[in-house]
């Protein structure tokens, strides 16, 4: 049984991931609680009595010499300095994402998990959904031939997050692009509202381009609309196909067209217990040598790289900037 850590317990743990550690056969268990806000952390010893709690990172960091692993869920601005303090610590590491806005900040996570052989595993929930994996199965299996367009929409019906929806949901849009594309980006065209000079970092609606080897990549995402879409799309020289949220549909070469509505979509990821189990238990099996070290980092570097270089697209009147 490996023994880990929590910080930062917000508001949905009780419901996405604490059910993960009381699953039978699990073999990953709590034994502590980071959080700043002490309602959340009393709730957290509500519901997990057993735990040790604390309210300072470093007041837990210098007491947690027994654990194996810590998951942060920290607001994202402080992830990146969360998650190298607790590999300092010589404690393995599943962060959510996204967990650092730059290159520098990449390598120094990835130097310092490499210097004390430690996993850092990127917590990727909606790669473990239905609708997912028959998007990867219909792109693996060649149904669409050659790529050529590929496309990732996140519509959103609330305000604007803190810090703005680039910063807020683009590494999840991005990741599911690169994941599309297969393949490694060339240039990045971005435009963002506000611009970055007007309103830093408190961009509502964003649109990028994505230059790929043979094929252009988009991405859009915007917040106040008035209903929810989280949809993929890819086309290739023998077909397409498009995933909006429950609803697919396949257009392929000599084949009838098809629409299939899934049991389940792409959102609610953040509440999907079973998601986050698939994604904990393959982060357990990187500890256990099972799977090799890095491998839950899939794309990330790719996902820093675009998002660093996004406001820097944005700035200079959305020109492509080479990657």
Known sequence: ML????????????????????RPGTELAVSAVCEEDPALLAEAGRLLPG???YRGLEDFLSKCGSLDFAVVRVPA????????????????????????FSTAEFEALRAEADKNELVLFSLQPWERSAAWLTVEKALTGGLLGTLNYAEVQVLERGPVPAGGVTAAFGWRAF??????????????AARLSPKPADAPSADGTAAFQVHFGGADGFVRLACGCHAPLLRVAAHGDKGRLELDDKTLRLNIKDLLPETVELKRGLSGFQQRADWNAAELENFRKEIAKELPRGSGLRN????????????????VNSAAVPL
Request: glycine share 6%; net charge positive.
């Open 51 to 53: 735990a040790a709690l």
């Open 77 to 100: 601005g402080k992830r990146c300095k969360t998650a190298l303090r607790a590999l300092e610590n010589r404690l393995h590491v599943a962060c959510e994402t996204p967990f650092c």
């Open 3 to 22: 023994k880990g850590a929590i910080i930062g317990f917000a508001d949905d743990a009780a419901g996405s991931l604490l059910p993960v550690f009381s």
């Open 175 to 188: 990741a599911m692009l690169l994941a599309v594309a297969r393949r490694p980006p060339l240039a990045l």
């Open 300 to 315: 990330s570097r790719y996902c820093v790289k675009l998002l660093r270089n996004a406001l820097y697209s944005a700035g």
